[in-house]
């Protein structure tokens, strides 16, 4: 059946429970979304504002857990309790054991995998190759951008940052791109000025060993119009960012191909990775240990202003692709503790996935399994 898919962007702060910032192109028969997650102060401080420092009580018995029910954080515990083979989890709260699920199986990391480059970055500047107030031409930014697949992230990026196709923005503004609006040009952009030992030796900082950098245009390219390819997913990438007949050529191919779009496929792009391996890069920035660049990492990530009795920053970033949710967070104390969460989920059913993602519930279940003992506890009895 021919479907027809119409990017859509909001960017709005409710006031209540959660803030978020979403971009999805949704369609019968292909759904695809890519997802920056962000919660505000007046819901993340709703909840770790409950924090407490008793150990985690396991419970003498635990009881059945709830019918999955995606849309609040009670139902994603039976969410994961039905999907144990799809799912993976690991929660530190920094001052009580960890609770993980398959942390150690790859699962896809859609959008989430930009951490890496935004740490790579961060080092760059540390070390002085690249100076974060260099003027960068949009037109040498839009080159590595696939009309048509991030649903409007681009253009709202622009927007944000008042700027057109003809003007330029600093090296900064556009890093934060990538982690406020998730926009997918800047990760290869950046793969092109710093290079594949670059984004390696940024993952490796943060424990992340035999990292593999992901071209996010080129692996779009392979998974919607496979045809179009021209060698690999990274050389295509580089020539359609060199070449603007060939990125004509491309461009075409992707409309057509976009309708036929296998999800299975599409949940390729972005690369994949362990629920540890994020975990690790994400203590790494909150705890200091990432060393130079931990500063400049930070201030990307923790763009939302809050005021939150005892947490000195919260830090996060997050994707999804259809059938594809990854989030992750961290929260750095001011007596110096640090907690991360991370969630990843595949092959979810088209109809939970789509209901999910409006909701944003799973990062309630996030924060307070971070925060509170007791949900950490219920986790326990569903892992």
């Not at 800047?186 to 710093?194: G, S």
């Not at 949940?267 to 994949?272: R, Y």
Request: aromatic content about 6%.
């Amino acid at each position: 059946m021919p479907v027809t898919v119409t990017p859509a962007h909001r960017s709005r702060r409710t006031p209540a429970r959660r803030c978020r910032w979403t971009r999805r192109w949704a369609a019968p028969a292909l759904a695809t979304a890519l997802l920056v997650s962000g919660c505000g102060q007046s819901d993340v401080s709703d909840i770790v504002a409950t924090t407490e420092t008793a150990a985690t009580p396991v419970p003498a018995e635990c009881t059945a857990p709830p019918s999955a029910d995606v849309t609040t954080a009670d139902g994603w515990l039976g969410y994961l309790a039905e999907n144990p083979t799809t799912t993976s989890l690991r929660i530190d709260p920094g001052d009580d054991p960890v609770i993980a699920h398959d942390a150690e199986v790859e699962r896809p990391l859609a959008s989430a995998v930009k951490v890496v480059h935004l740490v790579a970055y961060a080092r760059a500047v540390a070390d002085g190759s690249l100076d974060p107030d260099e003027m960068v031409p949009v037109a040498d930014w839009n080159v590595w951008y696939l009309p048509g697949t991030d649903g409007g992230a681009h253009d709202a990026a622009l927007a944000r940052l008042g700027v057109d196709p003809t003007g330029a923005v600093t090296l900064n503004q556009l890093v934060s791109a990538m982690i406020i609006n998730s926009d997918n040009a800047v990760p290869d952009y950046l793969r092109h000025r710093l290079g594949d030992r670059a984004l390696i030796d940024a993952a490796a900082a943060g424990g992340w060993q035999e990292f593999t950098p992901p071209t996010l245009l080129g692996s779009m390219i392979g998974a919607i119009a496979p045809d179009a390819l021209d060698g690999d997913a990274w050389q295509t990438a580089q020539r359609y960012a060199s070449d603007p007949t060939f990125a004509a050529g491309v461009r075409d191919a992707v409309t057509a191909g976009l309708p036929n779009a296998a999800p299975d496929t599409l949940a390729l792009v972005g690369g994949s990775g362990t629920a540890e391996q994020v975990s690790g890069i994400y203590r790494a920035i909150a705890d200091g240990s990432l060393g130079a660049g931990t500063d400049i990492a930070r201030a990307q990530l923790e763009y939302q202003l809050m005021d939150i009795p005892g947490v000195e920053g919260l830090g996060t970033k997050g994707g999804s692709l259809p059938g594809v949710i990854t989030d992750a967070f961290y929260l750095r104390y001011e007596d110096g503790r640090v907690a991360t969460a991370v969630l990843q989920v595949q092959d979810m059913p088209t109809d939970f996935y789509l209901t999910a993602l409006p909701t944003f519930a799973w990062q309630s279940l996030l924060l307070e399994a971070i925060t509170q003992p007791e949900r950490r506890a219920e986790l326990q009895c569903v892992g």
